[in-house]
């Protein structure tokens, strides 16, 4: 799953990749219309699993492990902030609370507003494993010993 959800840059939300063609992808909104459309190659995608979040000892988080600190926090359900009217504070204390040492200098409000988007968009559409349940027990094993 992870691998197939795409952002693409210029367009707002997150698309699943159906299939792929000869310089092309053919891309489904993860939303209740499921709208298809092809994407070419030369718009900027990324995939989630790609994406990171910067903290302040150097190595970034995975999105991914910040979703599931989201859905921890949250009880697997949408976050209740209104995107809209949040001030920086209240974006910067609730990104804080899920991932209390991310770089505050390097984070800026934008990128605190699509997290929270993006894990809304996936919560509201079925997406709820964040991170391989396998992964997780080979980290909690590494961490044990």
Known sequence: MKQNILAISGKPGLYLMVARGTNTLIVETVDEQK??????????????????????DGDDVNLMNVFEAMKQKEDGKAVQIDLKKASKAELADYVGEVLPNYDRDRVYPNDMRKLIQWYNILVNN??????????????????EA
């Open 126 to 143: 079925g997406y709820t494993e964040f991170v391989d349940a396998e992964k997780e027990k080979d980290d909690d094993s590494a961490a």
């Open 35 to 56: 709208k298809r459309f092809n994407v070419s190659v030369r718009d900027r995608i990324t995939s989630l699993n790609d994406v990171s979040m910067y903290v302040d």
